[in-house]
């Protein structure tokens, strides 16, 4: 099947099976244009929680399909590609992660959206980067943190909060690959750009931006700031909503230089969901997001506790 083919295999089966799709802002354009929802990782848990359809498919990665099952266990939770994880939950495993905490038991545990069940299970408060500051904020001063699993988000919380949270030392290999030479180097050359950047990116970069902000931070801040050119320091998906809500500014993307030998700034796991992938996962019912009710109902209370959190400081409805 051709592209068109796919687009229209994909509504019909969506209809016929009472299915939504939620998609990431980094997924792949086609993927975004038949989304019925696109968003950041908090918009889309919120989404997730409210979803009434019998079938949801997660365009995004595991971690997020997850949350959607974790917030909504009576509904089936597809992700067109298992093998679509993410550096940052990779790098906090379980069984350290609870030895870590152990070491520190008068420290609550807030823990960045992106870890696995597990870890958020083990936690106390998730976070998302659209919300983490004023969740941070929000806990009295007193109070010992650690923070899981992104040392970049950690710090720079830190460093706008005052606090002192212990942090895991975690990264997203995309973000943090990014340099702040490659970012002077493009300002050089467009002097007048703002440099806009996600804070998953290392400290280093986060110095030389303009704005620091979550996905959907970034596409406000670009839509009512009043410039016209901007540097983007976080994954490429991003460009499609950026472009299609602003056509008449310009973007330039800083790349990821690492050990992948990627020259882009693209995440191989988000790309790994295709079109043809997302056909059959809903033709199949499957790959299928299963996990014990013991984890989910362990896993729920702190990402729960967020959302509403989130709702009564006002950063969601
Ligand atoms: P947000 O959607 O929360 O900005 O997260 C970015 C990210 O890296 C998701 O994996
Ligand atoms: Fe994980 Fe980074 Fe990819 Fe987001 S961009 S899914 S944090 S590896």
Redesign the pocket.
Known sequence: MDKRELKEAITALKKEKNAVILG???QREEIQDISDYI????A?SREAQRCENDIIVFC??HF?AETAKILNPSRKVLLPDMEAG?S?ADSCPTEKFRAFKEAHPDHIVVSY??CTAEIKALSDLIC???NAEKLIHAIPEEQKIIFAPDKNLGGYINSVTGRNMLLWDGV?M??DAMRAEQVMQLKAAHPDARVIA?P?CNAALLQVADFIG???AMLNYIHSCGYGKFIVA??TGILCEMKKNNPDKEFFTVSATDSRNCNCAD?SY?KLNTLEKLYRCLKDESPEIVMSEDLMNQARKPIEKMLQMSKSLGIIK
């Open positions: 990431h802002y980094y968003g950041d990782s908090l889309l995004g990665v997020m993410c940052l959206i992106n998302t980067s659209g997203c995309v973000h996600h998953e979550s996905t959907k976080t994954e995440c988000m």
